[in-house]
């Protein structure tokens, strides 16, 4: 579970209209699926002890995920998706629109481009001082506690490697309850690998709602922030190591219509 951020806020994280039902997969035999739970009806089928629904192959070169030599992080996230093993996918749910490897790889690359959206928002956010700022590879998934200062003011990647990852360094000007809420989303999502199957709808509304805590702007804001950094300078401000192209695979994934040609109005409608 991540962090909800307030009701007063208007945001809601699961609804009546949802078509989300992963939670009753292997509960009182929902459509077939039996009663050993979502877990085990899914990764334990149709070997045991495997543990995986997919086959994973090498990783993704273009991945925007990225340590802080720049280069790709080799964890599951972003390794490519080669076949579905589970039988359950496609014979008792997905019938009508079977998944491929392919489909749910495209599933998969969209929820990273997300994460890597997120990510920027914490190294531009002025949420937090200018000393005390968290740039894209100061957030490091694989190393406690995550999240640390920067060795100099600024964010050029030249400074990111001179950055000690370890706890002497750890990142503690928070300020608030949404900003570490935001933090623990992020750091939620970069390790949940299956994110984008497990609750792909509630993954998309956690990411949503802290990049709109994050960016600055205006109540559902998220699709502006987003045209700026996709724009090309000066009519836009895209962060430094970030690509048009990823953001654009973001949006995608992330709001209702998608890119919209990168120029549509924000609206509470772009969120899932």
């Given at each position: 579970?991540?962090?909800?951020?307030?009701?007063?806020?208007?945001?809601?994280?699961?609804?009546?209209?949802?078509?989300f039902?992963?939670?009753?997969?292997?509960?009182?035999?929902t459509?077939?699926?039996?009663?050993?739970?979502?877990?085990?009806?899914?990764?334990?089928r149709?070997?045991?002890?495997?543990?995986?629904?997919?086959?994973?192959?090498?990783?993704?070169?273009?991945?925007?995920?990225l340590?802080?030599?720049?280069?790709?992080?080799?964890?599951?996230?972003?390794?490519?998706?080669?076949?579905l093993e589970?039988?359950?996918?496609?014979?008792?749910?997905?019938?009508q629109?079977?998944?491929?490897?392919?489909?749910?790889?495209e599933?998969?690359?969209?929820?990273?481009?997300?994460?890597?959206?997120?990510?920027?928002?914490?190294?531009?956010?002025?949420?937090?001082s200018?000393?005390?700022?968290?740039?894209?590879?100061?957030?490091?998934?694989?190393?406690?506690?995550?999240?640390?200062?920067?060795?100099?003011?600024?964010?050029?990647?030249?400074?990111?490697?001179?950055?000690?990852?370890?706890?002497?360094?750890?990142f503690?000007?928070?300020?608030?309850?949404?900003?570490?809420?935001?933090?623990?989303?992020?750091?939620?999502?970069?390790?949940?690998?299956?994110?984008?199957?497990?609750?792909?709808l509630?993954?998309?509304?956690?990411?949503?709602?802290?990049?709109?805590?994050?960016?600055?702007?205006?109540?559902?804001?998220v699709?502006?922030?987003l045209?700026?950094?996709?724009?090309?300078?000066?009519?836009?401000?895209?962060?430094?190591g970030?690509?048009?192209?990823?953001v654009?695979?973001?949006?995608?994934?992330?709001?209702?219509?998608?890119?919209?040609?990168?120029?549509?109005?924000?609206?509470s409608?772009?969120?899932?």
């Amino acid at each position: 579970i991540g962090y909800e951020f307030p009701k007063q806020y208007g945001r809601s994280y699961n609804s009546a209209t949802d078509t989300f039902k992963h939670d009753q997969i292997g509960m009182n035999n929902t459509s077939g699926t039996g009663n050993d739970g979502p877990c085990v009806t899914c990764h334990l089928r149709p070997r045991r002890h495997n543990f995986l629904p997919v086959l994973r192959g090498d990783y993704v070169a273009d991945s925007p995920l990225l340590d802080k030599d720049g280069l790709v992080y080799q964890i599951p996230l972003n390794q490519k998706i080669t076949a579905l093993e589970s039988p359950v996918c496609n014979t008792v749910c997905h019938i009508q629109t079977p998944w491929t490897a392919g489909s749910l790889e495209e599933r998969k690359d969209g929820y990273r481009h997300a994460v890597r959206v997120l990510q920027t928002a914490f190294e531009t956010s002025a949420n937090f001082s200018a000393s005390g700022r968290i740039p894209q590879h100061i957030v490091n998934p694989l190393a406690n506690p995550y999240f640390f200062n920067m060795s100099s003011n600024g964010t050029k990647p030249e400074n990111y490697s001179k950055t000690k990852h370890d706890s002497t360094n750890l990142f503690k000007k928070w300020g608030n309850e949404g900003n570490m809420g935001a933090a623990f989303n992020l750091n939620l999502l970069f390790r949940d690998y299956g994110g984008f199957a497990h609750n792909d709808l509630y993954a998309k509304r956690l990411i949503y709602d802290s990049i709109d805590w994050l960016d600055g702007g205006s109540e559902y804001s998220v699709r502006t922030t987003l045209n700026s950094w996709y724009a090309a300078p000066p009519s836009g401000f895209r962060p430094d190591g970030l690509k048009s192209g990823q953001v654009k695979k973001a949006m995608d994934y992330l709001l209702v219509g998608g890119f919209k040609s990168g120029t549509a109005a924000a609206s509470s409608t772009d969120r899932y």
